[in-house]
């Protein structure tokens, strides 16, 4: 069958289902090898006159004999049915939540280098090919094996001559499991892979499908969607058409074997009618061997069709193994401390920084500063300065150099990472929404949260009385990334997730951009009076946005030129002082 390190424990996690189940597999092959035997007999009986219309007697027990038969086969395909798939489908539930446990720890690096829609097709038609080879894959190979053998041992005991005709094509898949397994294996990786450019594909369109129709592009995307789904129809077209050969083939085989016997048992029939019984077949002995014969043409099929599902199921396992066995970069350190309560306070020190696809080149250059606990910082700067990855190191979504950056005297690195993040309340860029209600989206990091706890965030935000407008307010379900909100609705209520928490540090990345001047004021306003005495880091591209708070780090090609007082900035940094004109330049077009 299929073995793998990842799969391999569930053999022994289920043993006693898979025991209990091919148990009551062979039960049921056993005794269905019982009705070819009746049949004969019943056929004989008519045959010789011993059974008529008027005289049904002899054959009406054998007819229950085979009711009984029937019965049995019934309860035991049940309990086979129960315990192989029931435990097929247990196996694919564990990988699959194995699978998003990975999936969660697993760094941006690898996001950024795997697309969503190739992550997805592991999940879904990987893992259901597992699942297949572990239920129907167990039931092909014991019930092909065990009724084969146990109807050829029948078959040799009738007709030897025969019987040696049916070992023909056994012969013949033997020789073609060796040399068509890695056919299949290849044919149905370049399937799988052409599965994930399509759902890749498919899963980026949906997502911008606004942009798709606000540039008119509707025709062109279905171009190379058509391209696409084209490529996927021609692999497995590919697959397809080997396997449908490997089936052709054994087809005709079956039934030239099939015509073989026929004439060969017809022939001993006529021989045995000839002898008055002393040589040859009696007619009831060739239906039973025909019965028989009629029997192993599954097993035949069903081992031919093992070929083509342990093939797939080697190539799902090794996709599925590498996902699993992918290294996780960010974890604890082995000499972990846990802090009893995370103050706010931060200190880059000598900090550089560089993206692990981009080794050389440091985003963040020798970055020497401390926020202390409770202080609100504005960060500014030219776009692409390292705003964002500066804020994003203190997530630990990174390694970083041990003794370059600390909270709360402490080195991040020797932080627990769970400790660290659930200290930590951020809004995003892109202030992403999921697919749910407002009031889920917002008490996200707290779904306990009461009503009135939720209702004081969206007032911290200034984002109540929109909610409120909405027929469903706090019930409202706002579509996949928030579809139907405005961009400063999205805003303010990936703010609202951010304070609802209470973090000790919060960081709001840009998270006002979309928002008037007013509502920006209200939002300001309510940092400095309910923040008060907690860290604050919040990224404007507006220096009204950050004027006013305690100190303001400008940033230029990923290094510190000024961190201060608003006027501090003013005189050491050129960048933060164009930014002030810049803005004052605007205000005053505004006012004429």
Known sequence: MLFGKHVNKYYKTYFWHFFFGILALIFVDVIQLFIPEIVGKITDKIVSGEASHDNFKPILELVLYIAAVGVGMFGGRFLWRMCIFGEATGIQTDLRHKMFLKAEVLTQRYYKANKTGAILSYFSNDLE???EVFGFGIVQFVDGVFLLVLSMIKMFLVQPILAAFCLIP????AV?????DKAF???FEKRQKAFEDLSDFAQESFTGIRVIKAFVKEKLELKRFSKEAIKNKDTTVKFVRLDALLNVAFDILIYTVFAIVLFGGSYLVYKNINSNGTEGLSVGKLVEFIGYLDTIIWPIFALAGIINLIARGKTSLKRISTFLDEDVEI???????EL??????????NFSFAYPDAPDRDVLSDINLTVNAGETIGIVGKIGCGKSTLVNMLFRLFNVKEGTLFIDDVDIMKLPIKQVRDSIGYCPQDNFLFSDTIRNNVAFAVASASDEQIIKSTEFSSVREN????NEKYETVIGENGVTLSGGQKQRISISRAILKDPAILVLDDSVSAVDVKTEETILNNIKTERKGKTTLLIASRVSTVKGLDKILVLNDGMVE???SHEECLEKSPIYARMVELQALEKELEEM
């Open 129 to 131: 090919t597992l699942e």
């Open 170 to 173: 056994l012969i013949i898949l």
């Open 176 to 180: 073609l499991a060796v040399f068509l």
């Open 185 to 187: 294996e290849r044919a």
């Open 331 to 337: 974890k604890d350190a082995e000499d972990v401390v």
């Open 340 to 349: 009893e309560k995370i103050e706010g306070k931060i200190e880059f020190k």
């Open 467 to 470: 909610i409120e407008e909405f």
């Open 562 to 564: 000024a961190f201060g």
